[in-house]
């Protein structure tokens, strides 16, 4: 058996060779990867079955269930996203910045790539796909280690992966995953400080704590998101009840889906009734605050966890605010700094959103379900950063890299 | 007495003020402040003259003591880089990059400040008003702690800087030091994940490290550098001489000079005896590899371990590389990614050096001393990360940003 060192340092290995590679051959790789998902599909499928039925039989929640279910549409986007990321530009060597000294010297900043790249992702096996395109585009070596839930989806995408790299010419070791290794070797890994230069922990908050207090190695983590929708008493009700519904019901087990809905005071009882109709239409649980429940008895009563609480689920929370400020405050506090959104026809209330509320994405009538790398034009994303360093929100690309500066001088000292 | 977490949450409540402050109103306090350290230069040199007595009572090293050491000329400097932050673009609200979506959405993304920053530095006084000025223009509060050795400097300066910004209209907390606080202030400070958003240590390794291992907030290091110069067989001699001897010479006590000299084999017999005596001449000790020694018998012997070791003195350890590949395997294996320089006037040698050199930078023709926010443009800078992430290289008002989407819609919802 290989031990997690042989391949942690082949990884370091493999990312010294693919940061000179060729745009051209990256590419090729990516386009003959995303052929070799495609024609796989049933087999991919048939594993994937295998961990779904066994994550139903142990009574995974719903969230997680869905997260981890394939389809063929599923697989499709994977093989699709691949070839989407062949076909955006490289951004290894890219000027970044061209910098003006007053000294005799010509200064650019650069891209290059991180090095090796360890995602630790729970559930939602087609993660993997997106990891591997993402980080062999941008040059980086990729350590993969999937949740135990999904381990035969993740053993055999990975697998058809790796093998495709290396047949179409990428160097050995450069997509590698550790799904056959035990428990331990999260924690084995995380110690590899000196070969490891990125750690993507994409989960739950466990995850993402026990990841972030067990390394040395640079964390970013996705983590889930506490979104809200802020309704203010400027709205187009028609934009801002299809938004309600998108960002609620379209896919309630993701991060970027809203847990809070908050309503401006002016409008709470002519807009409650009509989101309560649908929302019930839509089996939503609804959860009210005092002022909600006096217009709409029929809502349940939120507790103050509530507020705090992500449910991924169809359940939402529903709180009255006096102004737009108030509802900026309750974001500030209550959110995950990931995903919130404003429905208003109000320039100044849409300017003040924006720029007061400290999120990695902040929308104005539109759904925060939208926060994607896909729709954002990236491709895919490796995941959705709410940290604020090294990058933050949906990361596609450019995130996975790091600069280098180019000086060139003519025997230029300093004085 | 104020306790360390009052300054720690004031400076959290003060930096939301300042990510809303207008770039007037900061440019102002900018200008004020420089010419409040101008007027204040005599009392700022009577007190660094006790710190610097008594470092060199206690023998403190020559790197450390020339550090901490102010004149007339670096207090000037000071607000001279004061000004120069002032009259440089806002960084804030700055738009990186605007994104097409295939959905009906403006998608941008813009700079904001990244909230409260604590600089922990070692000796050097003067970090102190460049990191100040820095941070206010990016909009971010600063929580200063200074060494012990520089105590009086630091405190002065502290106090004219907070009682000019808070003078000309800078929120309370905003710029705090807390060297009035014991040892343990530092490992207290570090616990404070929930408030402070980025920790820069700057000094040595010892410093560094201590900072990575005990904290959960982010971390910018500023570590030393051991820098190399490879003087390539295709070298206009009377550059690389120049070079060789201001990489060396000018400043050693600083992380940006050279600690080692390559030459390539073909020009070694020819080269190395003019440098032998230029260096001669500027004190410098020289230790060498064997070939090196069996053209300039006068040189000693580099040990193992020289080729690992920052000096930060006027010694130097010089090798002879068999080839440029030779020479980029060793500054790779032995550099600290910091600063490598190669003189050259071949034009491939050149590309292949930047490209393959893994460092925050990569310089062709020029001393590596010139790695430095001032010389790039900048102003100045708050310290030069030797990390990747999240920024690397100097950093100046950009590196001390975070960013956020801007995405507005039409009703937009995901399907």
Not at 88 to 95: K, S, V, Y
Not at 166 to 177: D, F, L, M, Q, V
Not at 233 to 259: M, W, Y
Request: hydrophobic fraction near 40%; charge should be negative.
């Amino acid at each position: 058996m290989i031990d997690l060192s042989q391949i942690v340092k082949k990884a370091k290995e493999a990312s010294q060779i693919l940061s000179l590679c060729d745009t051209k051959i990256k590419n090729d790789i990516l386009y003959a990867t995303a052929q070799s998902i495609s024609a796989n599909t049933a087999e991919i499928l048939f594993y994937n079955d295998i961990d779904v039925c066994a994550a139903k039989e142990s009574g995974l929640p719903y969230s997680m269930l869905d997260r981890l279910s394939l389809n063929e549409k599923r697989v499709s986007d994977m093989a699709e996203s691949m070839e989407k990321i062949a076909s955006l530009p490289d951004p290894i060597g890219e000027i970044v910045e061209e910098l003006k000294s007053s000294f005799d010297l010509e200064i650019k900043k650069i891209r290059v790539p991180l090095g090796v790249i360890a995602l630790i992702y729970e559930a939602r096996p087609n993660a993997a796909s997106d990891a591997a395109a993402l980080c062999l585009k941008s040059g980086n070596a990729l350590i993969l280690k999937g949740g135990s839930e999904a381990v035969q989806s993740n053993k055999i995408i990975a697998k058809i992966i790796k093998e495709s790299f290396i047949k179409a010419g990428a160097p050995e070791g450069c997509t590698e995953s550790i799904d056959s290794f035990d428990r331990n070797a999260v924690l084995e890994l995380l110690k590899f400080d000196a070969f490891i230069d990125l750690i993507i922990p994409r989960g739950g908050k466990e995850l993402v704590d026990f990841v972030k207090a067990s390394t040395k190695i640079p964390v970013l983590s996705h983590g889930m998101g506490l979104c809200h929708l802020y309704i203010d008493k400027d709205a187009d009700f028609d934009a801002a009840l299809k938004i309600a519904v998108n960002a609620k019901c379209q896919r309630p087990s993701v991060c970027n889906s809203i847990e809070t809905l908050l309503i401006h005071k002016d409008i709470a009882e002519e807009f409650l009734p009509k989101i309560f109709n649908l929302y019930k239409d839509n089996n939503v649980e609804m959860r009210g605050c005092g002022k909600t429940r006096e217009i709409c008895s029929q809502i349940g009563a939120a507790a103050e966890e509530d507020w705090d609480t992500e449910y991924h689920d169809l359940i939402i929370s529903i709180k009255i605010s006096d102004s737009i400020s108030d509802a900026i405050e309750h974001i500030n506090r209550h959110g995950s700094k990931h995903s919130d959104s404003i429905v208003t026809e109000n320039k100044d209330s849409a300017d003040k959103f924006l720029r007061e509320i400290d999120s990695a994405a902040v929308f104005v009538n539109a759904s925060t379900r939208l926060h994607d790398g896909s729709v954002f034009g990236l491709g895919c994303e490796i995941g959705i950063s709410t940290q604020k360093l090294h990058s933050r929100g949906t990361m596609g690309l450019k995130e996975l890299t790091a600069t280098k500066f180019l000086i060139r001088g003519n025997g230029t000292i300093r004085q």
